[in-house]
T-cell receptor, first 118, second 116 residues
Framework: AQSVAQPEDQVNVAEGNPLTVKCTYSVSGNPYLFWYVQYPNRGLQFLLKYITGDNLVKGSYGFEAEFNKSQTSFHLKKPSALVSDSALYFCAVRDMSENSGGYQKVTFGTGTKLQVIP | DGGITQSPKYLFRKEGQNVTLSCEQNLNHDAMYWYRQDPGQGLRLIYYSQIVNDFQKGDIAEGYSVSREKKESFPLTVTSAQKNPTAFYLC???????????????FGQGTRLTVV
């Protein structure tokens, strides 16, 4: 069975400082990994994904994430946080060994609330 | 603009009533999904559909029903059998093609359902 963990319910960071939102995963095969952001009372917006290739993935709004196979992690990062980055962030995983199907095979984490302090 | 539209944004239901949440997409996606979001629990899959006239139960289907008569539409009915329906409901769609199984999902803006 696959799983994903976001160990921090909330992360606080000062505006202008680098931010990291942590994600670890467990799959039997190789993973597809995703990050989404959710603003209050809104749907999820896709930020970035890891499928294969370069371990450093760049996404929307200046976010990036580093895939680390040995540590089974996919932490979300940004060099300089903005107040407007304050939102709920979700990590998601799918086992690449699944040969068919779509998002019914994706497992979402419980979310990390990011608070950027002016 | 391409995207997913959910309506209404807010919905109030009396106990014992059925209510239907609308979800429409113009992304030409084959697959559509309904999720329920509760604080601290992430997203839980209610139902999904990979093709017109076919749908499957997700992890928490009890008390819910769906239909998929058109590719663009995937309405969710919350029935009176759902014991705790107050939640934020999210509709999503994705490409179904196996070669694109790493594709991202596109989400609607959500419907907040409250039982009064």
């Amino acid at each position: 069975a696959q799983s994903v963990a976001q160990p921090e319910d909330q992360v606080n960071v000062a505006e202008g400082n680098p931010l990291t939102v942590k994600c670890t995963y467990s799959v039997s095969g190789n993973p597809y990994l995703f990050w989404y952001v959710q603003y209050p009372n809104r749907g999820l917006q896709f930020l970035l994904k890891y499928i294969t290739g370069d371990n450093l993935v760049k996404g929307s709004y200046g976010f990036e994430a580093e895939f680390n196979k040995s540590q089974t992690s996919f932490h979300l990062k940004k060099p300089s946080a903005l107040v407007s980055d304050s939102a709920l962030y979700f990590c998601a995983v799918r086992d690449m060994s699944e040969n068919s199907g779509g998002y019914q095979k994706v497992t979402f984490g419980t979310g990390t609330k990011l608070q950027v302090i002016p | 603009d391409g995207g997913i539209t959910q309506s209404p944004k807010y919905l109030f239901r009396k106990e014992g009533q059925n209510v239907t949440l609308s979800c429409e997409q113009n992304l030409n996606h084959d697959a559509m999904y309904w999720y329920r979001q509760d604080p601290g629990q992430g997203l839980r899959l209610i139902y999904y559909s990979q093709i017109v006239n076919d749908f499957q139960k997700g992890d928490i289907a009890e008390g819910y029903s769906v239909s998929r008569e058109k590719k663009e539409s995937f309405p969710l009915t919350v029935t009176s059998a759902q014991k705790n329906p107050t939640a934020f409901y999210l509709c999503a769609s994705s490409a179904r093609n196996n070669r694109a199984r790493g594709t991202e999902a596109f989400f609607g803006q959500g419907t907040r359902l409250t039982v009064v």
